[in-house]
T-cell receptor, first 106, second 115 residues
Framework: KNEVEQSPQNLTAQEGEFITINCSYSVGISALHWLQQHPGGGIVSLFMLSSGKKKHGRLIATINIQEKHSSLHITASHPRDSAVYICAAHGSRLTFGEGTQLTVNP | EPEVTQTPSHQVTQMGQEVILRCVPISNHLYFYWYRQILGQKVEFLVSFYNNEISEKSEIFDDQFSVERPDGSNFTLKIRSTKLEDSAMYFC?????????????FGQGTRLTVV
């Protein structure tokens, strides 16, 4: 069993839809990261959170430490949001999920 | 905005050759990391580096790998004798404090192709 599991693996949405990507982890963590990987391969850090909720523009990340679960939400999705979204749990080291491929169609 | 830079962006090398992947972390960051991503697979931790020494390494980081901070700005990953299975995207990252405490900033990656 993977220590960090994401769902769904693939997600296709229409522009404007509300998107949710889920992440569950089995390791004890000090923080959880949400990352965005562009088609060219580059990785951008979106959020690091250890409790509660963070918001940046149209992106919202939440974490429930007791349930070992985090979600990434995108409001009013746009084609430029199309990318792979990765959650990574920081226990003794960063352990990455498999990623969720998001495609937003115009 | 400060960023982590990696060079080269793409490296092709023959099996058995040595390669050095270079990274310039953000200047006030103290923690440095290397990750790799084999095509179609998830990102994997290789090594973390703090205070001029390795603080943690994964099972992947065997004797053919080494890291160095040769001067005040560069952070390098050396692969001594490359194998076909070393073909991957290699990402450098840096953070001000440990990655459990502050956000990590990633470079754009070096795509290594071993032929």
């Amino acid at each position: 069993k993977n220590e960090v599991e994401q769902s769904p693996q693939n997600l296709t949405a229409q522009e404007g839809e509300f998107i949710t990507i889920n992440c569950s982890y089995s390791v004890g963590i000090s923080a959880l990261h949400w990352l965005q990987q562009h088609p060219g391969g580059g990785i951008v850090s979106l959020f690091m959170l250890s409790s509660g909720k963070k918001k940046h523009g149209r992106l919202i990340a939440t974490i429930n430490i007791q349930e070992k679960h985090s979600s990434l939400h995108i409001t009013a999705s746009h084609p430029r949001d199309s990318a792979v979204y990765i959650c990574a749990a920081h226990g003794s080291r960063l352990t990455f999920g498999e990623g969720t491929q998001l495609t937003v169609n115009p | 905005e400060p960023e982590v830079t990696q060079t080269p962006s793409h490296q092709v090398t023959q099996m058995g050759q040595e390669v050095i992947l270079r990274c310039v972390p953000i200047s006030n960051h103290l923690y440095f990391y290397w990750y790799r991503q084999i095509l179609g697979q998830k990102v994997e931790f290789l090594v973390s580096f703090y205070n001029n020494e390795i603080s943690e390494k994964s099972e992947i980081f065997d004797d053919q790998f080494s890291v160095e901070r040769p001067d005040g700005s560069n952070f390098t990953l050396k692969i001594r004798s490359t194998k076909l299975e070393d073909s991957a995207m290699y990402f450098c990252a840096s953070s001000e404090l440990g990655q459990g405490d502050t956000e990590a900033f990633f470079g754009q990656g070096t795509r290594l192709t071993v032929v």
